[in-house]
């Protein structure tokens, strides 16, 4: 028999009336952080073991997602450093040709073993 946990809130009772509604609930939970306290702070109360468990998973899921996100900025701004790199070695050997072709003269009359 399923025990009931006393709360003001009446949106908590409607949140755990199905096992549907309460995986809604959970995800909810872990993904936005939205109502946090309003149903797991009583049942916390009641039930400690419940508050490590809702903790752990809202942490797992909070870090998971700020890991991923952080990963995409990071992967991002490494292919950006590499077109970046790129560009620059093409300026680079491009100043190199036209630094040739202005001292080839010089060097031309320089050379005197014809």
Not at 57 to 85: C, Y
Not at 106 to 112: A, E, G, I, K, P
Request: with cysteine; net charge negative; charged share 25%.
């Amino acid at each position: 028999k399923n025990k009931v946990i006393e709360h003001e809130s009446s949106w908590c009772q409607e949140a755990f009336s199905s096992v549907e509604r309460a995986v809604m609930y959970f995800f909810q939970t872990m993904l936005v952080a939205d109502n946090w306290g309003e149903c797991i702070v009583p049942l916390a109360q009641k039930h400690t073991y419940l508050f490590w468990f809702f903790g752990i998973a809202v942490v797992s899921t909070q870090l998971g997602l700020m890991n991923l996100i952080l990963s995409a900025i990071v992967d991002e701004a490494t292919s950006a450093h590499e077109r970046d790199t790129e560009a620059r070695i093409k300026e680079v050997r491009k100043e190199e040709e036209a630094y040739i072709q202005q001292l080839d003269p010089l060097f031309r009359s320089m050379d005197t073993d014809d």
